[in-house]
Nanobody, 127 residues
Framework: QVQLVESGGGLVQAGGSLRLACAAS????????MGWFRQAPGKEREFVAT????????NYVDTVKGRFTISRDNVKKTVYLQMNSLKPEDTAVYYC????????????????????WGQGTQVTVSS
């Protein structure tokens, strides 16, 4: 069983930065691909970023490329999402997700591929 707890959300002005963290419990973190998703009111959950279990592969939705960076620390069992140059359209609840993967370099882009989810953290970007 894996439990995920997000933190780091908040209210920030456009152009500002936030760093989200997702702390995992359980023995399988280092064998899991991790992902960040977000959901704005009235919209479907959207893929934001993913990182392979060895940290060597990443993927981002086009709208955040060059602004967001996903990283992980397998010793601390934590995955991060550094968000820079935030825009009002980044406002959403951000969720982290985990899924055991057999390949060290595999990344997962769709929510259906993940089987563990955190409770979410609110990010609000004011204009």
């Amino acid at each position: 069983q894996v439990q995920l707890v997000e933190s780091g959300g908040g209210l920030v002005q456009a152009g500002g930065s936030l760093r989200l963290a997702c702390a995992a419990s359980g023995p399988t973190f280092s064998n899991s691909a991790m992902g960040w998703f977000r959901q704005a009111p009235g919209k479907e959950r959207e893929f934001v970023a993913t990182i392979s279990r060895n940290g060597g592969s990443t993927n981002y939705v086009d709208t955040v490329k060059g602004r967001f960076t996903i990283s992980r620390d397998n010793v601390k069992k934590t995955v991060y999402l550094q968000m820079n140059s935030l825009k009002p359209e980044d406002t959403a609840v951000y969720y982290c997700a985990a899924k055991w993967t057999p390949s060290p370099s595999e990344v997962l882009l769709t929510p259906e591929r993940y089987n563990y989810w955190g409770q979410g953290t609110q990010v609000t970007v004011s204009s």
